[in-house]
């Protein structure tokens, strides 16, 4: 059987028979959307249009899948979770190298820096944190030329010095920003199911994450949490896990356990299976 598979949800103008599309979130639907009304009115449409076009639907997450079904009923009898994996490469090139990123102890952020992603609590949080040798890494992708609200915000607060950006890092400075940090922070208030903790673990890298839905499914407890909305509670966490005596600690069994679910060779398995269906 011929099968046309498309990875998002934004289907070509003809659509042939037995089309597999993909749901990776549905964050412009949600409150947590801070762009267009006209904007998520047309990502509506083109999910619905998926939605009554695809004749299978995966959703990377059970969460997105909760969603989905939510948002549109008659997607639920069409809909399959398969998981995303992560990038093995990046642990082979953090083998190759040895020179850190950044000197002295780090926590890092990998990711853009829209609203949900919540960077602003976690700056607000650093800002309450006495000690200068506690910095904050944000890696990724930035919107625009000029000065966006997270540099504005850490410019206000006086945190220059210890807030550093690596905008759209190489696979080498990402590998090594992942290998060099003391632990990855994601704030997110929500995710479609959040790829850098995974990579961050598949590194030896602890992770703590924000008590959402999909990070609980992704991640068990193979990583600590913290409410998000709550400033306190991030400072707190942070400067536990900051302090050289009583930091993170890796639970290898836990790490594993997460780590074999998002096998690449185990997800590419049920993709064939799925359209060999």
Same mark, same amino acid.
């Given at each position: ?10 289907l ?25 009304k ?7 449409? #083109? =999910? ?19 969603? #989905?079904?939510?948002?549109f ?6 809909? =399959?979770? @398969?998981? !995303?994996?992560?990038? $093995? ?5 953090? %083998?190759?190298?040895?020179?850190? %990123? ?5 926590f890092?952020? =990998? ?12 700056? !607000? ?5 006495? *000690? ?12 625009? /030329? ?5 540099e504005? &915000? ?8 210890? =807030? ?13 920003l ?11 208030l929500?995710? *479609? ?5 995974l990579?961050? #673990? %598949? ?10 839905? @999909?990070?609980?499914? +992704? ?10 909305? %709550?400033?306190?509670? @991030?400072?707190?966490?942070? +400067? ?5 005596? /009583? ?5 290898? $069994? ?12 185990? +997800?590419?398995? &049920? ?5 060999? *269906?």
């Amino acid at each position: 059987m011929d099968c046309f598979l498309y990875p998002h949800i934004n289907l070509p103008m003809f659509v042939p028979k037995n089309t597999f599309v993909t749901v990776h979130d549905l964050i412009p639907l949600t409150a947590y959307w801070d762009g267009s009304k006209a904007k998520a009115s047309f990502f509506r449409s #083109l =999910v619905s249009r998926a939605v009554r076009k695809a004749d299978r639907i995966i959703a990377v997450s059970e969460t997105t899948k909760s969603q #989905l079904v939510t948002m549109f009923p008659r997607s639920k009898d069409k809909t =399959v979770v @398969i998981y !995303e994996s992560y990038e $093995e490469r990046l642990g082979r090139i953090a %083998s190759t190298l040895d020179k850190p %990123s950044v000197d002295g102890s780090y926590f890092l952020y =990998v990711g853009n820096r829209k609203r949900h992603k919540n960077l602003g609590r976690v700056i !607000e949080a650093l800002s309450k944190i006495d *000690g200068k040798n506690i910095k904050f890494v944000i890696a990724g992708q930035k919107d625009g /030329a000029g000065p966006d609200e997270i540099e504005t &915000q850490v410019k206000e607060l006086n945190l220059e010095n210890r =807030v550093l950006f690596f905008v759209n890092p190489s696979d080498e400075v990402l590998a090594l920003l992942y290998k060099g940090a003391r632990f990855l922070i994601q704030p997110s208030l929500i995710e *479609g199911f959040g790829l850098p903790p995974l990579e961050a #673990l %598949s590194l030896g890298t602890p992770v703590l994450l924000s008590d959402i839905p @999909i990070f609980r499914e +992704i991640y068990e407890d193979a990583a600590e949490y913290f409410d998000p909305f %709550s400033v306190e509670d @991030i400072a707190q966490k942070i +400067i536990k896990w900051s302090d050289e005596d /009583a930091g993170p600690t890796l639970h290898k $069994e836990r790490v594993a356990h997460v780590l074999a679910k998002f096998n690449r060779e185990k +997800i590419l398995d &049920q993709y064939v299976d799925l359209l060999q *269906g």
